[in-house]
Nanobody, 111 residues
Framework: QVQLVESGGDLVQPGGSLRLSCVPS????????LAWYRQAPGKQRELVAR???????NYGDSVKGRFIISVDSTQNTVYLQMNSLKPEDTAVYYC?????WGQGTQVTVSS
């Protein structure tokens, strides 16, 4: 079981940017896939972005062109860069690898 620790959630104005971080307890190269999901109140958890060790990435339709998932092997960290944020991006964001989940970090987009 891998432990995942997220950070970086905050209150940000519409149009702003935010970067989330996730540090796994295993080395990145041992994890076939790393992903970010989000869950807004009253809604199902949805995929935001996913990255395979091959470098292939997938994005949810609502964030394509605005969010970028990346990794830094030297820091053993996976990032989610979020740009042009909208109020509908407000949610708890979770880092995921297979069956393992982080505790979540709150992102609120509001003026």
């Amino acid at each position: 079981q891998v432990q995942l620790v997220e950070s970086g959630g905050d209150l940000v104005q519409p149009g702003g940017s935010l970067r989330l971080s996730c540090v796994p307890s295993w080395r990145l190269n041992r994890l076939p896939v790393l992903a970010w999901y989000r869950q807004a109140p009253g809604k199902q958890r949805e995929l935001v972005a996913r990255r395979f060790t091959t470098g292939t990435t997938n994005y949810g339709d609502s964030v394509k062109g605005r969010f970028i998932i990346s990794v830094d092997s030297t820091q053993n960290t996976v990032y989610l860069q979020m740009n042009s944020l909208k109020p509908e991006d407000t949610a708890v964001y979770y880092c995921n690898s297979g069956d393992d989940w982080g505790q979540g970090t709150q992102v609120t987009v509001s003026s």
